[in-house]
């Protein structure tokens, strides 16, 4: 077995080598060593009056971001360092690189991959990795610590046991290009179970391990038809320490198998299945999609999957009168219980259309509507009337839009409505859960092209309706910009005044900000900015009035 690992590896260093030899004469004509990037300070003050400091008087921010390519090899770095991380060992938290040549691309410290949806799906790791794309060959390898191991919190009841070193390897193995591949993932983490000792009370996790084996693919035809399919079967063992399940007739496969897989009485299998398959013309388009992920279905290589759903999706769109009018939509149906143990099967079906109309380059109006029901049915066990859910969401929201200019003068009027209605369809409970919220909010803005002045104003309106409240909220906004200097100093000043709160209980809130801007050079810059709220109840209120301020002063430096 190890033999047959080396030679593959063998095989795997000698194909790149001989397409890495090919480049050599370009690599020479690069420029030996470049960097750019920025460096950045930033200090913030804060104060308060009337309530209780929600942080601290100072802080500051250190961070740094940059690229060092060295003869075309880039290698890309980043770190951030505060007074709010001085409890940690490190100065700043995760660092790494991915330096990339061409086909070529390599990843060392803290980093996140991603071969597929259902395997790999950006779960952070400290350690290293490889990319090749050389062609058609598609090869990727990664391998590192995905958990740190911690001694858990007696504070925290989320989070109350220690938790084992975790650590694995994903490989990816396919071949096609961006438009046209198909890729063998496989992936395996587990607990190193020698990384923690187990304390006295006994209180301690037991080890786990997952094994993923998946396909990744895309097809383009005709230049139109793009067909997707991905999928996925994760073996997941919650606890390395179990006894495995032996017969005469299993044993021997088994004891050989749990030296890589670990299969015992705590293991479990689920999958994962997407498909879609799109086309797309001149003027329209059209997609459908599948989808089937198991109840616990999950991957150590990512850090959350929506589980224990089955959908079907179709999205329409397309452009007419010279593409002055789009639309597009979708509507799907999805369940799930799909295993048939919960005590009721939900079922919910999704729709949502999105219109734009621009019929000048005056006017132009975009609007959209969703609505998303949900309901039930027996599963497991039959329904009661009174718990039975039955509801609908509603989304919808309307913005018009008019735009005058000439070389002096512009003018922009705007219009943003925004309206959610939650009902349900339940007699028991409908009156406790019913909800509706609406937003307005009308905007004018002036530009005064020659001299850079921006100058703002609106009107805002805002409500929430809930069986235990009526929240009501209106006012105005205004705000001016300008920009000196052929735009090295801009300053921005912005206002809103809102009267809010329940009919029986609003006070005015006054928010306002100051932002500015200075280009000292080409690589030097400073920025300032400036917070103040005011929040002034009435007399007899339970809420105290209160002024609170925050300032930051930061300086940029790009090379």
């Not at 997707?228 to 390395?240: F, H, K, P, Q, R």
């Not at 109840?295 to 179709?314: K, V, W």
């Not at 329904?383 to 070389?407: C, E, G, V, W, Y």
Request: a positive charge; charged letters at 15%.
């Amino acid at each position: 077995m190890r033999a047959t690992r080396l030679w593959i590896l063998c095989v795997l260093f000698s194909f790149s080598g001989i397409l890495f030899s090919q480049d050599i004469e370009n690599i020479a004509k690069e420029k030996p060593v470049t960097l750019h990037g920025n460096i950045g300070l930033d200090i913030m003050g804060y104060a308060v009056d009337g309530i209780p400091a929600r942080q601290l008087p100072f802080s500051y921010i250190f961070s740094a971001n940059a690229t060092v390519s060295i003869y075309g090899f880039e290698f890309p770095f980043a770190f951030v360092f505060s007074d709010k991380q001085r409890s940690y060992a490190q100065s700043f938290d995760e660092f790494g690189i991915s330096p990339k040549y061409k086909w070529i691309t390599l990843h060392a410290g803290y980093r996140n991959v991603t071969f597929s949806n259902f395997t790999l799906a950006g779960h952070t790791f400290l350690g290293g990795g490889i990319e090749l794309n050389p062609g058609i060959f598609r090869f990727g390898f990664v391998y590192g610590r995905f958990q740190r191991e911690t001694s858990g919190s007696p504070v925290f009841e989320t989070d109350p046991l220690p938790e084992f070193k975790r650590k694995g390897f994903a490989v990816k193995l396919g071949v096609g290009t961006e438009n046209n591949f198909f890729d063998l993932i496989f992936l395996r983490i587990r607990d190193d179970s020698t990384s923690l000792h187990q304390p006295d009370t006994g209180a301690i996790r037991a080890p786990e391990q997952n094994v993923v084996a998946g396909i990744n693919s895309r097809f383009t035809f005709f230049k139109k038809l793009v067909w997707e399919v991905e999928g996925a079967i994760s073996l997941y063992t919650n606890n390395m320490w179990a006894n495995p399940s032996l017969d005469s007739s299993t044993a021997s496969i088994i004891r050989r198998m749990n030296k890589f897989l670990v299969i015992n009485q705590s293991s479990e299998y689920y999958t994962a299945f997407r498909s879609s398959l799109k086309y797309k013309a001149k003027t329209w388009s059209l997609k459908l999609e599948y989808q089937r992920i198991d109840p616990n279905y999950r991957s150590m290589g990512a850090y959350f999957f929506n589980n224990d759903l089955e959908n079907l999706t179709i999205s329409p769109s397309f452009a007419l009168f010279k593409k002055k009018l789009a639309i597009s939509g979708s509507a799907g149906l999805q369940r799930d219980n799909l295993a048939g143990t919960k005590r009721a099967t939900s079922l919910r079906t999704i729709g949502n259309v999105n219109v734009s109309c621009n019929p000048s380059s005056t006017f132009g109006v975009d609007a959209s509507y969703g609505n998303y029901s949900i309901g039930q049915r027996d599963g497991r066990l039959p329904l009661n009337d009174t718990a039975k859910i039955h509801q609908i969401n509603q989304n919808f929201s309307l913005m018009p839009r008019l735009l005058f200019f000439n070389s002096k003068k512009s003018h922009m009027i705007m219009l943003v409505y925004n309206l959610a209605n939650f009902t349900d369809k339940n007699e028991f409970t409908s009156n406790a859960a019913a909800f509706n919220s609406q937003t307005a909010q009308l905007s004018y803005v002036l530009g005064l092209i020659k001299s850079k002045w921006s100058f703002s104003f609106g009107l805002t309106y805002f409500s929430v309706k809930t069986c235990l409240s009526n929240n009501i909220s209106d006012g105005g906004t205004f705000g001016i910009s300008k920009s000196f200097i052929n735009d090295k100093i801009s300053l921005t000043w912005n206002n809103s005044l809102m009267y809010s709160g329940q009919i029986q209980d609003k006070s005015w809130v006054w928010n306002s900000n100051i932002n500015g801007n200075y280009k000292i050079t080409k690589h030097h810059s400073i920025k300032l900015n400036l917070f103040f709220t005011g929040n002034y109840t009435n007399p007899g209120s339970q809420n105290p009035s209160f002024n609170e301020s925050k300032g930051e002063i930061g300086y940029v430096y790009k090379f």
